[in-house]
């Protein structure tokens, strides 16, 4: 498969380019919410279909990539396979400040830049760009091909993207001026709202957790919020589990002030009609050095892979899960417990070469 400007000449060039620019067929490919927007520009409003261009679901039957925001590490080697398993010719928009230069995540570890990866013909900015500078591009696009300026005209060179070999051209941020030395986690401040069926909730819980809590409030409507200790912790989840029957989340907040993680369960119904929106928030704090916590798997099957995720960016161990010391989502050479606060970020990885 050639890759340069060639395709286009001879004398059937001009069917070929007016060919390709009314078949501008995106392979699906989305990787965060920038797809939304997207998905916008395809949809009836829109119709970005007008313009020949389709989302198809088969890289092998596709010409063009459009890169919905963030690249993590692990999502750009999909996005490389992806765009090898595409024929020539083939075009790559990047949209989103995520795709640009990492947007709201700048500077993270997981931090990719699509153009580091592939060969970009439009970045477009934005968080999230609108449906409308979508199609803008796909007509730049369409006038590029036509010009014969397209993309495949550029040389592209093939990089490395595992940590190390990353090359990266931004300068690093400044530290920050000004660090809190204790800044306020605050996760179950009470709040006065008016909600009747909360406040006998409370009155219920308190009574059925009777010794097995330190503190329950109302933190705001639909929302309980019950402190107590990893000792204690599974004792809870045994009384609730029938009734609030799913894990919604699982959190650790890292708080190494204090030299402690917070480690919270939300957890809700799908069962009880009356608990459906309400959610419970049951959380302990643990030692930041001896970070160990009791897996509620057993009680909220739900809760499995989130602890294993939490494991893996705080190093967390939770008791009783099985996966504990396997990495489950992050890339294999991304560094130990990447979110725990006081990971440095490699400088190098950010200064000219
Ligand atoms: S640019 Fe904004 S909308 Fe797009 S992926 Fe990033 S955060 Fe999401």
Redesign the pocket.
């Known amino acids: 498969m050639s890759n340069t400007s060639q395709d286009f000449s001879g004398p059937l060039g001009l069917i070929k380019k007016w060919g390709t620019k009314w078949s501008l067929w995106p392979v699906h490919l989305v990787t ?3 797809g939304v927007e997207l998905a916008h520009a395809y949809a009836s409003g829109y119709d970005g279909e007008r313009l020949g261009s389709l989302n198809y679901g088969i890289s092998r039957q596709t010409n063009l990539i459009i890169v919905e ?2 690249i993590s590490r692990k999502m750009a080697r999909v996005l490389k396979i992806t765009y090898e398993q595409m024929p020539d010719p083939k075009f790559v928009i990047v949209m ?3 795709g640009l230069k990492g ?2 995540f700048w500077n993270g570890y997981h931090m990719v830049r699509p153009s580091d990866v592939v060969p970009v013909d439009f970045f477009i900015p934005g ?2 760009p609108t449906p409308e500078s979508l199609l803008r591009a796909i007509r730049e696009l369409q006038e590029k091909i036509m010009k014969g300026e397209s993309r495949n005209t550029i040389e592209f060179e093939r990089c490395d993207i595992s940590a190390e070999g990353r090359s990266c051209r931004a300068l690093a941020p400044s530290s920050p001026k000004y660090l809190a030395p204790t800044p306020s986690i605050a996760v179950d401040v009470p709040k006065e709202v008016e909600w009747e069926f909360g406040a006998k909730l409370v009155e219920e819980l308190r009574s059925e957790l009777d010794g097995l809590y330190d503190q329950i409030t109302i933190t705001g409507k639909n929302r309980i919020a019950i402190r107590t200790c990893r000792r204690r912790i599974s004792a809870i989840a045994s009384k609730l589990c029938s009734k609030f029957d799913h894990v919604k989340n699982v959190n650790v907040i890292d708080l190494p002030h204090e030299n402690s993680f917070i480690v919270e369960y939300q957890v809700s119904s799908y069962s009880v009609r009356d608990l459906m929106p309400v959610v419970v928030n049951i959380f302990a704090r643990i030692p930041r050095d001896n970070p160990r916590f009791p897996s509620l798997r057993s009680f909220w099957e739900s809760a499995d892979y989130m602890e294993r995720e939490m494991h893996e960016f705080f190093g967390v161990w939770f008791e009783g899960n099985p996966a504990m010391g396997e990495r489950f989502l992050l890339a294999p050479d991304t560094p130990d417990y990447p979110l725990r606060k006081d990971r440095k970020v490699v400088e190098e990885r950010y200064v000219e070469g």
């Open positions: 965060a919410c920038c925001g963030a989103g400040a995520c947007g709201l968080c999230p």
